[in-house]
C-alpha cells in the first residue's frame, strides 16, 4: 500500500504543478491581453481613483476633480467651470465616453500616469505608485475667449472663432457654438448618459469643435492667400496698377460668367479688388497663374498639413488636388473644394501679420507637475515662410485698407491698425444653403508695433443675398470684440 | 521542556521529540502573518493601522493557543506543521474576507468567519479529546455512511441558490452539508476498504483485461458512493460530487493496487462528465463559460464571474497589487466565497498564489506521510482520503477560478467565507493529527492501546 500511496501523493502532486502551470500562464503570459480586453474595468477604476489634474486658463483652474463615489469605484468625478465656455478647448473627460480634445491628448499628465511626473520614474514603475495628476496651462486669453463666446452666441447662429497670437503661435480664444456643459457627460450615472445621447443626437453637433474639426468653404477671405501668390509669384509686380480682368469674367472653357458683388472691378487693380472683394480679378489671377502655385502658396500658409496639431489634432485644410482651369478659378476666390478650419484662415491672417511667417499654433503653454514644476513648457516655433516680409508688408496695407475704405468697416478700432478680410462662402447644391459669413483680421496698437492678435470669425449665417456684407455685418463685429480684448491686454 | 530534559522511557530509553515547541514557533508565525496583513489592508486603505489589529491578533492566537495546548495533552506527537498551516491559512482567510468586507459594506462576513472558525476549533477540540484514538473511528462505518448520506439527501427539499441545491437553511442560518458528508464518507470508505481490501486484490474475474472484484466485496462501498454521486448530481452540486468520485478512486486504487480502478473510474468520469456537461442547462453554462470566458464581453452583456476572476489575476501579476489595492470584488457576489483565490491572484500576485499552494501542497503531503507512518490499514487510509479531499478541493477550485477545469462552485478550504467548509476542514486536520500521532509515538506503548476494531491486516 506504501507504493500505490507514493503514487497518489505524486498525482496530488501534479495537481498542484499544473494549478501553478496556469496560474503562471494567466498572470505571467495572458496578463497584458486580459489587462487591456474592452470589459475590464481596471484601467477606468485606476484612471479615476485620485483626483485629476486641472486645465488652467491664466493661471486658474477651468476644470475640477470633485470626490464622488464612496467606494473605490470611480471615486473622483469631473467638474467644469463656465463649461460651454471652455468646451472647445478642454473637451470632456467622462468616466463612461472616454475623453477628447485636451483631457484627451494630455490625459497622461491630467490622470497621473505620464512618468514624468513621478520623481523616480523606475521605481514608479516597480511600485506602481501613481504620481499626484499634473496640470495643462492653456495660451487661452480670458477676456478674448469670453469676448468670442458673446460675440457669437448674440448672432444665434452656429460658428467659431480663433484668435492666435501672430507672432507666437498661441491660441488665445478658441471657441464653438452651439457649445455644451462637459460636466454633464463627466460622470457614470443615469443623468451623463441622457446628456450624452442628447449631445450626441441633437443634428446641431454641440460637441463638434468647428473651431479645429469642422472646415468651411473660406470664400472671400481665401483672396488674401490668392493675392499672396500672386505679389509673391511676381505675376503682379504693383497692386496699384490696374489688371487685365473683364467684369463678369467668363470662366475659362465654360459659358458660365463670374460676376461681382461690388462695382468697379473691370480692370481693377489688387488692391480695390481686395477692398471691394472683386471676385473676377481674383478668380482670373488664379487661372493665371495656375493651380500649382496656388496650392504651393495655400499650403505655405498651412493647408493640407495632415499632422497638425495643436496638440489637439487639427482637421487638414484643403486646397483641391489637381482643379481644372475653371475649377482653378473658382477655388481661388474660396469656392469649389476649397476648405478651411477657422484656425486655417487666422493663420493666414497671422502669417501675413508676422511679416509672412506662419507661426506654429498651440494651446498648451505648459505641463506642470502638482506643485507647479515644469514637465514641459512649449517653445515657439516657426511652421512656415508663406511669404517674403515686403510681400507680406504690402499684403498688410492692403487688408488695412478692407478696414478703412472697404468691406470690413466693422472691425475698425479707434487708435488701433486692423488689416481684415470679409468673405461669404456659398455652398451647398446650387449654393442655395445658407450662406457662411467670414471676417479674419488682425490688429496692432501702432503702425510700428507687433501685431498682437490675428482671428478669423465664421458664422453660419441666414442672409444668402447680401453677399460680403454678410461678412462685414456679422462676423467683423465679433472679430473687433476679440481684437479688443486681447489690445487692451 | 524537552529542550532542558529528554524524555525517556521506564527503561531510560530516549523518546522520540514531540516537536510541540516546533509548533509552537510556528504557530507564532502563523498568526503574526494575518496580523501584519490584517495591518496591511488598514494601511493600505486608510493609512493607518486598524485599532482592532491587537484585538484581533489575540483572538486568533487565544483559538490557536486552545488547539495547540490540546495538542500537547490529547495528540503530543502529532505532526508539528499540520496546525500552523491551517491556522495561517484561516487567519489569512480571515484577512481577506475583512479586506473585502470594505467594499461591502452592508455584507459584512468577516465577523462571521470568526465566529465560525471559533466553532471549528471547538470541533477541533472535540476531536481531539472524544477521539482517543483514530481506529474508534473506523467502528463507525455504517452509521457513518446513514449519516452522510441523510445529510445530503436533506438539501433536496430547499431551494436552489445561485443553482445549486446545497444548502440547508434556516432564517439567516445556512449549513452546506454536503462539506460535512465528504469526512463521514471518506471514514466510511476507509474503514470498509481496510477491511475488505485483501478480498479486492486477491479475488475476481477478469473482464475485458480488468480484474473485476465480486459483487458482494465491493458493493455496499459502491452503492453508498453511486448514491451520493447521484445525489450530488441531482443537487447540481458538480464539484463536490466530482470531489466524492477523485477521492474514492484514489482510496481504491491505494488500497488495492488495481490500475483497473482507475481507467474505470476515468471512463466513467468521462461519461458522466460529458453526459452532464451536455445535458443538463446550468453545468451546461458552465462549460460554456469556461470554453470562452469572454464570450458574454463579446455579446455586449459584460463580463462574467470567470472573466472578471481572470482579469484579478491577469492585474495581479507576478508580485500584486497588494493588499487592499486590488478590485477583486468586481467578481460579484461569490468575491468572498467561491472566487476568494481571486483577491490573493490580484493582491499578492503569481508569488502569493504559488506560495499559497506551496501551504495546501505542504498540508496535503504530511497527511499523506501521517498516513505511511499510521500502524494500521484503516488509520492510513483514512490519511490518504483525507489527504486526497483535500488536494482535490484545492484542484477543483483553483482551477476553475484560474479556468483550467470548468467553474463548479466549492470553498477553498480554509482560507474562502462558509462556514460549513471552515468547520470541517478544522475537522479534518483534527483526525490526521490524531492519526499522525499515533504514527510518531514511540513504539513502546504509553497507554493501554483501545481494542482494535476488526483490525486484521495492520
Redesign the interface.
Known amino acids: ?9 505524486g ?3 501534479l ?2 504543478l ?3 502551470g ?3 500562464w ?3 503570459y ?6 487591456h ?6 484601467p477606468q ?1 485606476v484612471r479615476y481613483q485620485q483626483p485629476r489634474g486641472d486645465i488652467l486658463v491664466a493661471d486658474a483652474p477651468i476644470t475640477g476633480s470633485p470626490h464622488t463615489a ?4 470611480l471615486a473622483y468625478g469631473r467638474s467644469y467651470t463656465d463649461g460651454p465656455l471652455y468646451a472647445p478647448v478642454t473637451g470632456y473627460a467622462s468616466q463612461l465616453y472616454g475623453t477628447s480634445l485636451l483631457e484627451g491628448v494630455e490625459d497622461d499628465i491630467l490622470a497621473g500616469t505620464d512618468p514624468r511626473l513621478g520623481a523616480w520614474p523606475v521605481i514608479t514603475a516597480v511600485t ?1 505608485r501613481r504620481a499626484a495628476a499634473g496640470n495643462v496651462a492653456t495660451t487661452i486669453l480670458p477676456a478674448a475667449q469670453q469676448a468670442a463666446f458673446n460675440g457669437l452666441a448674440s448672432t444665434g447662429n452656429k460658428g467659431a472663432v480663433v484668435a492666435l497670437d501672430p507672432t507666437t503661435g498661441a491660441i488665445l480664444a478658441l471657441v464653438s457654438t452651439p457649445s455644451y456643459d462637459p460636466g454633464a457627460v463627466a460622470g457614470a450615472n443615469k443623468g451623463a448618459r441622457a446628456a450624452w445621447a442628447a449631445l450626441d443626437g441633437d443634428p446641431d453637433r454641440p460637441m463638434l469643435n468647428r473651431a479645429l474639426r469642422e472646415t468651411y468653404p473660406p470664400g472671400s477671405t481665401f483672396k488674401v492667400v490668392t493675392a499672396a501668390a500672386a505679389l509673391a509669384s511676381g505675376t503682379v509686380a504693383d497692386p496699384d496698377q490696374p489688371t487685365t480682368t473683364p467684369d463678369p469674367y467668363p470662366l475659362p472653357e465654360t459659358h458660365t460668367l463670374l460676376g461681382n458683388e461690388a462695382d468697379g472691378c473691370r480692370n481693377a487693380s489688387l488692391r480695390y479688388a481686395l477692398t471691394v472683394s472683386c471676385n473676377t480679378v481674383f478668380a482670373k489671377l488664379g487661372v493665371d497663374m495656375g493651380a500649382e502655385v496656388m496650392r504651393r502658396q495655400a499650403t505655405a500658409f498651412g493647408f493640407d498639413d495632415p499632422k497638425l496639431r495643436v496638440p489637439v489634432a487639427v482637421t487638414p485644410s484643403v486646397f483641391p488636388k489637381s482643379p481644372d482651369r475653371p475649377q482653378t478659378a473658382l477655388s481661388s476666390i474660396g469656392q469649389f473644394d476649397t476648405r478651411a478650419t477657422p484656425l486655417q484662415m487666422a493663420m493666414v491672417a497671422a502669417g501675413i501679420a508676422n511679416d509672412g511667417e506662419v507661426m506654429r499654433p498651440y494651446l498648451v503653454e505648459r505641463l506642470t507637475r502638482h506643485d507647479g514644476s515644469t514637465v514641459r513648457g512649449t517653445e515657439r516655433q516657426s511652421l512656415a515662410r508663406a511669404v517674403p516680409a515686403p510681400v507680406a508688408r504690402r499684403l498688410q496695407r492692403m487688408m488695412q485698407d478692407v478696414v478703412t475704405t472697404g468691406t470690413g468697416g466693422n472691425a475698425r478700432i479707434d487708435g488701433a491698425i486692423v488689416g481684415g478680410k470679409t468673405g461669404t462662402a456659398q455652398h451647398g447644391e446650387h449654393n442655395r444653403a445658407v450662406p457662411y459669413a467670414w471676417f479674419i483680421a488682425y490688429a496692432k496698437p501702432s503702425p510700428d508695433a507687433k501685431p498682437t492678435v490675428a482671428v478669423a470669425v465664421v458664422v453660419e449665417d441666414g442672409a444668402a443675398d447680401r453677399a460680403d456684407i454678410t461678412g462685414g455685418g456679422l462676423a467683423a463685429p465679433i472679430a473687433k470684440a476679440v481684437m479688443t480684448a486681447t489690445l487692451s491686454r | 521542556m524537552s529542550r532542558w530534559r529528554r524524555r525517556t522511557t521506564a527503561a531510560g530509553e530516549p523518546l522520540p521529540p514531540t516537536r510541540r515547541n516546533t509548533e509552537f514557533l510556528l504557530l507564532v508565525f502563523a498568526v503574526l502573518v494575518p496580523v501584519f496583513a490584517y495591518a496591511n489592508v488598514g494601511l493600505a486603505r486608510h493609512g493607518s493601522i486598524p485599532p482592532d489589529t491587537a484585538k484581533y491578533g489575540l483572538g486568533l492566537g487565544l483559538l490557536v493557543l486552545i488547539a495547540h495546548i490540546l495538542v500537547r495533552f490529547f495528540a503530543p506527537y502529532a505532526d508539528p506543521v499540520l496546525l500552523p498551516i491551517a491556522a495561517l491559512l484561516n487567519g489569512l482567510g480571515l484577512v481577506l474576507i475583512y479586506r473585502l468586507d470594505l ?1 461591502t ?1 452592508k455584507a459584512q462576513a468577516a465577523s462571521s468567519q470568526l465566529m465560525w472558525s471559533a466553532i471549528g476549533v471547538i470541533l477541533f477540540a472535540a476531536v481531539m479529546i472524544a477521539v482517543r484514538d483514530h481506529r474508534s473511528v473506523g467502528k463507525y462505518a455504517y452509521l457513518a455512511a446513514a449519516v452522510a448520506l441523510f445529510l445530503m439527501i436533506v438539501p433536496v427539499f430547499f431551494p436552489a441558490i445561485n443553482g445549486a441545491k446545497v444548502w440547508i437553511r434556516a432564517g439567516a442560518f445556512s449549513l452546506q452539508p454536503g462539506e460535512f458528508a465528504k469526512i463521514i464518507l471518506v471514514v466510511f470508505f476507509a474503514s470498509y476498504l481496510a477491511r475488505t ?1 485483501e478480498t479486492l486484490m486477491m479475488i475476481g474475474h477478469r473482464f475485458c483485461g480488468v480484474n473485476l472484484p465480486r459483487g458482494r466485496d465491493l458493493g455496499p462501498v459502491l452503492a453508498v458512493w453511486l448514491a451520493s454521486v447521484g445525489i450530488l448530481v441531482l443537487e447540481r452540486d458538480l464539484g463536490t460530487s466530482f470531489l466524492y468520485f477523485g477521492a474514492f478512486v ?1 482510496m481504491l ?3 488495492t ?1 488495481r490500475i483497473g480502478w482507475i481507467v474505470v473510474g476515468l471512463i466513467l468520469i468521462s461519461v458522466g462528465a460529458f453526459v452532464v456537461g451536455s445535458a443538463e442547462p446550468h453545468v451546461h453554462s458552465r462549460v460554456q463559460n469556461w470554453l470562452d470566458p ?1 464570450a ?2 463579446h455579446a455586449g452583456l ?2 462574467g464571474q470567470l ?1 472578471q476572476s ?2 484579478c ?6 508580485l500584486g ?1 497588494g493588499l487592499g489595492l486590488g ?1 477583486s470584488i ?1 467578481v460579484g457576489f461569490a468575491a468572498k466565497s467561491d472566487f476568494i483565490l481571486a483577491t490573493v ?1 490580484e493582491e499578492l ?2 508569488t502569493g ?2 506560495a499559497l ?1 506551496v501551504l ?2 505542504l498540508l ?2 504530511r497527511g ?1 506521510r501521517a ?2 507512518t499510521a500502524p494500521d ?1 484503516f488509520g ?1 487510509l483514512l490519511a ?1 482520503g483525507l ?2 479531499v483535500l ?2 478541493q ?2 477543483v477550485v ?2 476553475g477560478v ?3 477545469i470548468p467553474l463548479t462552485g466549492m470553498t477553498m478550504p480554509f482560507l474562502a467565507q462558509g462556514g460549513s467548509s471552515v468547520v470541517t476542514n478544522w475537522a479534518l486536520i483534527a483526525l490526521l493529527m490524531k492519526i499522525s500521532d499515533r504514527g510518531r509515538r514511540p513504539l513502546a506503548p504509553i497507554e493501554e492501546p483501545v481494542p482494535l476494531p476488526e483490525e486484521v491486516h495492520a
Open positions: 500500500m506504501i507504493v500505490t500511496a507514493r503514487r497518489a501523493a498525482f496530488c502532486l495537481l498542484l499544473a494549478l501553478l496556469n496560474a503562471t494567466v498572470q505571467a495572458r496578463a497584458d491581453t486580459y489587462d480586453m474592452s470589459g475590464n474595468r481596471r477604476i464612496e467606494s473605490f469605484d506602481r | 467594499e459594506p481490501r484514489v486504487y491505494v488500497a493496487a469572454f458574454s464581453i459584460g463580463p472573466a481572470l482579469f489575476f491577469a492585474a495581479g501579476g507576478l497589487a478590485h468586481l491572484g500576485g503569481l498564489i504559488a499552494l495546501y501542497a496535503v503531503a499523506f498516513g505511511l490499514t492510513s490518504y489527504s486526497a488536494a482535490i484545492v484542484f483553483a482551477g484560474t479556468a483550467l
